[in-house]
């Protein structure tokens, strides 16, 4: 069993308001020395607020933040041994690249010749060799945006805050640039708490993610966790779009459990919860687990009526609508589809492919 790393931050009950708008409302978190940790979540969240009070940038109403254990409260920014990455990188226009990432250390009266074999090794890491005359200008964003990453690496900080650096690159580059981080974070081994509101790029890159919602942590766990144990609704549809879809328990077993709604029946997984006859309860479904037919092939289904069809990214999109109007997505891969816009038809998925949300306190 692989020994647990040590904690490098928590926070605790960290509650904070703007006004009359509370942003936080209590929460808590433990990081582990070189997790990569992302906080997703949609805008208005509460994901800058967190990063800007681990960064000193805020203060907390109430609730602690311990970095090494040593509580930060009053603790300045630059006392604290954590960067921060911007999504505007923040680079000064005026200096070069050398003089940009070499501006901390100058600060810090480090003496010339360390400093120049410092920024010599980062520049290496992050693959700029032989950009140290450059202005910012001068450069793409994918450039600066390494610039921006040397310049916060090159104080050896404990954590590592990244507020959507990534979201001013075009597609391509900024899937680029989520490998070369990962890559970074993964060789380094430093402690990364990356912001951002795009699902994909949460799973691709994160050991830990954390979801928010309304100033709340909704759920945190890996990315599979995340995507095929979602806990409630919220999550489920944020982190891959899944169907939700509510029904009555008709029918328990030991492990598999069968709502019934007004377009048929859907299987789930009971997953230990105390269920009753009748009791009105929401499952998750996953576009790609759904199965259409024009005849049934199991006991339980439902029918609906297929209202779209459209075709993006090697994906083909099914939207079929029930007798509620409740839409629900089917995805597949490539374009062979024999159903028609308006035509009837069943579908099933398998029970382990459904999965009950929204069962707070239900143990």
């Known amino acids: 069993m692989e020994e647990k790393r040590p904690v490098v931050l928590e926070l605790k009950n960290i509650t904070k308001s703007f006004g009359e708008t509370e942003v936080l409302k209590?929460?808590?978190?433990?990081?582990?020395?070189?997790?990569?940790?992302t906080l997703l979540g949609a805008s208005g969240c509460g994901k800058t607020t967190t990063l800007r009070i681990i960064a000193g940038l805020e203060y907390p109403d109430s609730g602690e933040v311990l970095l090494e254990g040593?509580?930060?409260?009053?603790?300045?920014?630059?006392?604290?041994?954590?960067?921060?990455?911007?999504?505007?990188?923040?680079?000064?226009?005026?200096?070069?690249?050398y003089q940009n990432i070499a501006y901390g250390l100058k600060l810090k009266k480090v003496p010339k010749a360390e400093i120049r074999n410092r920024v010599e090794k980062v520049l290496s890491l992050v693959q700029l060799d032989g950009f140290e005359k450059r202005k910012p200008a001068e450069m793409s964003g994918g450039q600066r945006q390494r610039?921006?990453?040397?310049r916060a690496l090159i104080n050896n900080p404990k954590v590592l805050l990244l507020d959507e650096p990534l979201g001013a690159l075009d597609l391509q580059l900024r899937r680029q640039m989520q490998h070369e981080l990962k890559r970074l974070q993964k060789k380094l081994g430093i402690t990364f708490i990356y912001i951002t509101h795009d699902q994909e790029e949460a799973i691709n890159m994160s050991d830990l993610i954390v979801v928010m919602n309304q100033g709340k942590f909704e759920q945190m766990g890996t990315p599979s966790e995340i995507y095929d144990h979602p806990m409630t609704s919220y999550v489920?549809?944020?982190?891959?779009?899944?169907?939700?879809?509510?029904?009555?328990a008709q029918k328990s077993g030991e492990e598999i459990l069968i709502l019934k709604n007004q377009d048929g029946t859907l299987p789930c997984m009971r997953n230990g919860y105390p269920i009753r006859e009748?009791?009105?309860?929401t499952i998750a479904v996953r576009s790609e687990n759904i199965n259409v037919w024009r005849e049934p092939k199991t006991d339980h289904w439902i029918r609906g009526v297929i209202r779209e069809k459209s075709f993006a990214g090697g994906m083909l999109r099914?939207?079929?609508?029930?007798?509620?109007?409740?839409?629900v997505v089917i995805s597949r891969q490539g374009i062979n589809f024999h159903y028609e816009i308006g035509e009837h038809v069943c579908l099933e998925w398998n029970p382990e492919h459904g999965v009950l949300v929204d069962m707070e306190g239900q143990r």
């Open 147 to 150: 610039v921006a990453i040397a």
């Open 236 to 248: 489920a549809a944020f982190v891959g779009s899944a169907n939700i879809l509510k029904g009555f």
């Open 278 to 281: 009748g009791q009105e309860m």
């Open 70 to 97: 040593k509580n930060m409260e009053n603790m300045a920014p630059e006392k604290r041994s954590v960067n921060t990455i911007f999504q505007n990188y923040a680079l000064f226009p005026h200096m070069n690249v």
């Open 318 to 327: 099914i939207l079929v609508q029930l007798s509620d109007g409740t839409e």
């Open 26 to 37: 209590g929460v808590s978190l433990t990081v582990r020395e070189g997790e990569f940790v």
